[in-house]
């Protein structure tokens, strides 16, 4: 009885929305007959391809790159006491206040053509031409990176807060350096939360639109632009459900080997755990 509000919300908010899609993919978008034609041609389609490994790569770079710049914040923030703590825990989820929109306008008018830093870099004559760093893989990914980095940085914190610190000032005591604490007690112990974190870095990337939309340009494709563009300019609602399952897929495949693999890092610990004692 008391998971059956739960149950409901996700019959009718996912499960019959996902039942809808699937069925949907399976429709000729003419005739609304039952076709595999749809599938066949998101594989022999090059473009559809194209825009999946994009995808697929650019949620992986925008993945790494949030974990290892939130890890030293999240650090700091989970074992500091000063009073910069506070200040630096404001300004990690300051970008949080502002919409994506706004955030992605604001690196637009940075990495443009005309933005502040081919400016600067042309006025003190480092370039005589503008660098291309909008409308690319690059522009997209520091983009995505500004906007799911407090995410990956809470994360992180709530792992590495986990940790008891009388580990590390043990190790300490006993003569390890402060890099050998960090790759042997706390790097191995916080292995969920870099987990987490990418996991999570990878899906908002992965589903993101305004973001690759507005750095990447018309050029740029990925499956969520894709999706857009046949559900609003090709009214093509059978493919676009084609190409929202294989992103579906890409993001589940990834969280279960991602989960796969912290098991058996846990596993391989507690096997060396039980092997000391």
């Keep these: 009885m008391l998971l059956a509000p739960s149950c409901l919300l996700l019959t009718v908010f996912f499960a019959l929305p996902m039942g809808v899609m699937i069925g949907m993919s399976f429709l000729d978008s003419r005739s609304l007959t ?3 034609a749809n599938y066949e041609r998101f594989f022999v389609d090059g473009l559809s391809l194209v825009g999946f490994a994009r995808t697929a790569v650019m ?3 925008v993945a790494v790159a949030v974990t290892l710049l939130g890890y030293p ?3 700091f923030l989970a074992r500091s006491r000063s009073r910069w703590r506070t200040l630096v825990f404001a300004l990690a989820l300051t970008p949080e206040l502002a919409g994506v929109v706004l955030r992605t306008y604001g690196w637009l008018i940075i990495l443009e053509d005309r933005g502040f830093i081919n400016d600067v870099l042309i006025h003190v004559g480092l370039i005589t031409a503008p660098l291309p760093l909008s409308k690319s893989l690059f522009a997209v990914v520091v983009g995505l990176t500004h906007v799911v980095l407090p995410f990956g940085i ?14 590390e000032r043990a190790a300490q005591m006993l003569g390890a350096s402060r890099a050998s604490v960090m790759r042997h007690i706390v790097l ?22 305004a973001t690759p939309a507005l750095l990447g340009g018309a050029r740029f494709k990925v499956l969520a632009t894709m999706i857009s563009e046949q559900v609003l300019f090709y009214i093509d609602w059978p493919f676009a459900s084609v190409m929202a399952i294989a992103l579906l897929a890409m993001m589940l495949t990834v969280s279960l080997a991602g989960l796969g693999l912290e098991a058996r ?5 507690s096997q060396r755990e039980g092997d000391g004692k």
């Excluded at 590495?160 to 580990?167: A, P, T």
């Excluded at 890092?265 to 610990?269: A, E, F, H």
Aim: no cysteine.
């Design 34 to 36: 039952p076709t595999f």
């Design 59 to 61: 949620s992986a770079l």
């Design 73 to 75: 914040v999240a650090y």
């Design 154 to 167: 809470l994360s992180l914190m709530t792992s590495i807060q986990g940790i008891d610190v009388n580990l």
């Design 188 to 209: 191995p112990l916080s292995v969920p939360g870099i987990v987490s974190s990418l996991l999570i870095s990878f899906t908002m990337a992965a589903s993101a639109y």
């Design 265 to 269: 890092l846990k596993k391989r610990r």
